[in-house]
């Protein structure tokens, strides 16, 4: 028993401590030699060392490994690797690896997190952000835009124009503002807090469009010309990828260029290509003057080259060419942006219009890919920690204003539990968003990371929206002018839906992206064995093996002592988050392998399995953000119970993910003893508790810095006429007034006061010199506001059958 004990812990210490096959050979055959001297020559240590000698030296003998092991493992391996299209593997090029790959290696390195740069914003950018931005958010009435108008109105378009709104991304030597990442993420997100119509119409030109791909791929000729008419507002640009047929499945568009001579401007035999194509969905296309165009590019007569079928290609349109129809409009959800399709019937354009000229024609895919992996970072993401944002602080100012039982509804258990997930997400929204444009700044472009921010910002901002209009209430059902959250919670499905609908960006982009790129050997075994190089293969694969062998020692004993003894950065509050990141990274990085073991290419249409991991992935990612944000604002005390809430609830939504994809493995057996591996003291962590929800809710209910920290960076305003300036004014009217009323329910508690209406109580409290004057003035005061805040929209039949008929 002694010596099993000593071998079981000798293997445990040299797999933890990834000990190369040359010093576990050693090590276990000092061990052997040990266990001969001490027991002699038995029949029982002649099978030991004869076992001892099959393994040990095949494995140590490069050739012989690599004939007995490597060779048949590849041709296995080859044959179990899934067909790739071309498209797919562009996707998997895109962009680079940057904080995902260290979660996925099971070891992450804290310190690429904690040199990360704080995002910050220049002078210039805080200047336009303080000056007109916040001009284009006094400009905006919601209700007008998308109740009356189903537009901008003009002067906004016009100031947008005269503001360079849409040149945040074109250098200034183009006329553009040249803003960095985070620069364009906050922009957005203020509008987006007033507007999601200005948002979605300033943020599409500087994410997905034709500025962006000029940037990275057009000619001298193309960015010369157009980049100035595109900052300036004289050309007013859409992408148009997407098509009735084909969807998410770019590779299936029916769209199609043939390369032939016609006719352009007066000129007959002009190199060019004939378009056909139909489009829907496209964000500005409607008012769009330049029109960026997706579709299959074929050379039947070899005109430009010898391939026939030449690839995605992506060129750039001028809006009133012959054959193009543009101009309808869809109507997404009452929302007023604009959106329409566009049709092309035998469109002849100049092979020169195409983004990059003729060098960059099929390379469209890949010139997408590239701009998305960043664009997917930024837009949406703002646009959501915007409306988070915007309803947590309105939200919870209309918890402490409103009312029932003689008690603010935020101060009822039933409310508090709402409003704390809302803190503790909009906290967890807004790390993300930072730390990731603040990755942006400094060089990254992780593709995968672009994916988990796009699903998890937008979904978690659904439920936090969500969460306020169950505060709400009636008041957020009555659609009106007061009413702030109505036409927000209307158009919620549009973020999830547009840049790669939730479904598949969980299912398929996240891990099914995420497997390849940002595993450690993955992606290099596959490149070897495309190229059949059985040494570089053989390498690898026993350094996988020994990656895999290191996860199941490194998770057995994080698990046992739940990391205890793992060294990690932070504090006291801090650590044990560091701890807990790092041991469920190891769990994940064992689970992958077992998956990519036991599923191999199948793996690749067992979505269910790929989400459950992508959960898993994306909450570590959002987990180590909180703690990242913490660190770079200072550690500020008051924003613990953020801390503590965002960090349990992401740890306890990705043990939750990695126990559920336990079911969803095969081989049982294994999965039972990975199970105890893995958790064997059981499921260490447990969601936000009782006392905490109560103390995030509250920080959403005082007019205190943390609240202010919390919802920094969208448009506020104190003006009583205004939809969400009426809460504004209301909450510190009510909170202005709370000691007085406090005066009030004591003396009558004491029974100094009887219960009666309020202007009663209040004359019989001044008559009793239990206030004063100016308090009463306070009380009467936050009542007023108080009535205006809670109060509803109402309509005659008459406007009501005038709406009915504008629509129609």
């Not at 032939?260 to 194509?277: H, M, P, S, T």
């Not at 609240?707 to 209301?730: F, M, S, W």
């Not at 936050?782 to 406007?799: G, H, K, N, Q, Y």
Request: proline share 5%; net charge positive.
């Amino acid at each position: 028993m002694f010596w099993l004990l000593a071998l079981l812990i000798l293997l445990w210490g040299l797999l933890y401590y990834r000990s190369s096959l040359r010093w576990t050979a050693l090590a276990t055959g000092l061990l052997l030699g040990g266990y001969l001297l001490v027991n002699g020559a038995t029949a029982f240590s002649e099978i030991l060392l004869i076992f001892f000698a099959l393994v040990f030296i095949p494995l140590n003998i490069p050739f012989i490994r690599r004939q007995l092991l490597s060779r048949p493992l590849s041709k296995l391996m080859k044959a179990a690797l899934p067909v790739m299209s071309q498209t797919e593997q562009e996707a998997l090029e895109a962009g680079n690896t940057w904080w995902e790959a260290e979660l996925f290696s099971g070891r992450p390195d804290w310190k690429i997190l904690q040199d990360l740069p704080a995002a910050q914003l220049t002078e210039e950018e805080q200047a336009f952000i303080d000056g007109p931005v916040e001009r284009l958010c006094e400009m905006l009435n919601d209700w007008d835009i998308t109740h009356n108008r189903k537009d901008l109105p003009k002067e906004v378009w016009d100031y947008i124009k005269q503001q360079k709104f849409c040149g945040m991304i074109i250098p200034k030597r183009y006329g553009g503002l040249d803003f960095s990442d985070t620069a364009h993420s906050e922009i957005v997100m203020k509008i987006s807090s007033r507007s999601s119509t200005a948002a979605v119409t300033v943020m599409v030109p500087n994410s997905l469009g034709p500025a962006k791909l000029l940037l990275a791929y057009g000619t001298e000729q193309q960015k010369n010309y157009y980049l100035p008419r595109l900052a300036s507002g004289e050309e007013i640009p859409a992408f148009a990828l997407t098509g009735p047929q084909a969807g998410s499945d770019a590779s299936a568009m029916p769209d199609t260029g043939i390369v032939c001579y016609g006719a352009f401007e007066g000129q007959d035999n002009v190199l060019g290509i004939r378009l056909n194509w139909e489009k829907r969905y496209i964000t500005l296309g409607p008012v769009a003057t330049v029109l960026g165009l997706a579709f299959k590019l074929y050379d039947p007569d070899g005109l430009i080259g010898g391939k026939k079928n030449i690839g995605i290609t992506v060129a750039l349109i001028p809006t009133n060419t012959p054959g193009v129809s543009i101009g309808r409009r869809h109507f997404p959800l009452d929302s007023a942006f604009q959106n329409g399709p566009n049709w092309g019937k035998d469109v002849f354009i100049p092979m020169d219009w195409i983004i990059g000229g003729v060098a960059q024609a099929g390379n469209g895919w890949k010139m997408l890919m590239q701009s998305l992996a960043t664009g997917r970072a930024i837009s949406l993401p703002a646009l959501s920690v915007g409306a988070a944002k915007f309803t947590c602080r309105n939200t919870g100012a209309y918890a402490r204003v409103r009312k029932q039982f003689k008690l603010p509804i935020g101060e009822l258990e039933g409310i508090e539990e709402p409003l704390s997930r809302m803190a503790g997400e909009t906290y967890i929204l807004d790390a993300a968003r930072k730390v990731t444009t603040a990755a942006l700044d400094n060089g990254e472009k992780p593709a995968v990371i672009s994916a988990i921010l796009k699903y998890e910002l937008t979904e978690r901002m659904r439920r936090i929206v969500n969460d306020g209009m169950d505060i709400q209430g009636g008041a957020g059902i009555c659609l009106g002018p007061k009413n702030y959250l109505g036409r927000l919670y209307q158009v919620i499905p549009v973020s999830i839906t547009v840049e790669g609908a939730n479904i598949l960006t969980r299912t398929m982009m996240i891990f099914g992206q995420g497997a390849i790129r940002c595993h450690p050997y993955l992606q290099k075994e596959m490149a070897a064995l495309q190229q059949n190089n059985l040494p570089e293969f053989d390498n690898l694969l026993f350094q996988h093996l020994g990656f895999f062998m290191h996860n199941m020692a490194a998770s057995l004993w994080l698990g046992l002592t739940n990391a205890r003894f793992h060294s990690v950065p932070g504090d006291k509050d801090t650590q044990r988050y560091y701890r807990q990141i790092a041991r469920l990274s190891v769990n994940f990085a064992l689970l992958a392998d077992f998956a990519l073991l036991t599923l191999g290419g199948t793996l690749k249409r067992k979505e269910r399995i790929s989400g459950r991991f992508a959960d898993a992935l994306s909450n570590l990612y959002l987990c180590s953000c909180v703690l990242k944000h913490y660190q770079d604002q200072g550690c500020p005390k008051d924003d613990s119970p953020l801390l503590h809430w965002a960090c349990r609830q992401t740890i306890y939504r990705a043990q939750q993910s990695v126990r559920a994809i336990f079911w969803k493995l095969p081989l049982r057996p294994l999965i039972w003893l990975l199970r105890i591996i893995i958790f064997p003291t059981g499921k260490p962590y447990s969601p936000p508790g009782d006392r905490l929800i109560h103390e995030t809710a509250s920080l959403l209910l005082a007019d205190a810095p943390v609240r202010e920290r919390l919802t920094h960076g969208i448009y506020i305003n104190n003006k009583a006429g205004d939809a969400t300036g009426r809460i504004e004014v209301a909450f510190k009217a009510v909170l202005a007034a709370a000691p007085m009323e406090t005066k009030i329910r004591l003396a009558q508690k004491q029974k100094l006061l009887a219960k009666a209406d309020q202007s009663a109580t209040i004359a019989d409290a001044l008559a009793q010199n239990i206030i004063t004057q100016q308090e009463a003035d306070l009380i009467e005061a936050a009542e007023r506001a108080r009535l205006a805040a809670i109060t509803v929209d109402d309509f005659s039949p008459e406007e009501l059958a005038g709406n009915r008929q504008q629509a129609s």
